[in-house]
């Protein structure tokens, strides 16, 4: 098992900046993908975005350019920073920690809300 904790979360104006923040800790070994959703009210829950452990980067149409998903190997986190934010970016944003190649391992965190004000 691994566990996932989000932080990093807030409420921040339009035009603002966040980054969000997720430590993995546990069994992390046969992790080889992690990304991050979001989930507004009365809505599904959405890719944000993803990396691999190559390196592969895959965003949402929504926030390219706006959005960079990135690792720490040295701390075991995986990090969103979020700039040029709009209301409709306001969401519980999840950490996911995957195998691309193996549907029993895959993890999710708490949340962590983030409210963008217009």
């Known amino acids: 098992q691994a566990q996932l904790v989000e932080s990093g979360g807030g409420l921040v104006q339009a035009g603002g900046s966040l980054r969000l923040s997720c430590a993995v800790s546990g069994s992390i070994f046969r992790i080889n993908a992690m990304g991050w959703y979001r989930q507004a009210p009365g809505k599904q829950r959405e890719l944000v975005a993803t990396?691999?452990?190559?390196?592969?980067?895959n965003y949402a149409d929504s926030v390219k350019g706006r959005f960079t998903i990135s690792r720490d190997n040295a701390e075991n986190t995986v990090n969103l920073q979020m700039n040029s934010l709009k209301p409709e970016d306001t969401a519980v944003y999840y950490c996911?920690?995957?195998?691309?190649?193996?549907?029993?391992?895959?993890?999710w965190g708490q949340g962590t809300q983030v409210t963008v004000s217009s």
């Open positions: 996911n920690a995957y195998n691309k190649n193996r549907m029993d391992i895959n993890y």
């Open positions: 990396l691999t452990s190559t390196g592969s980067t």
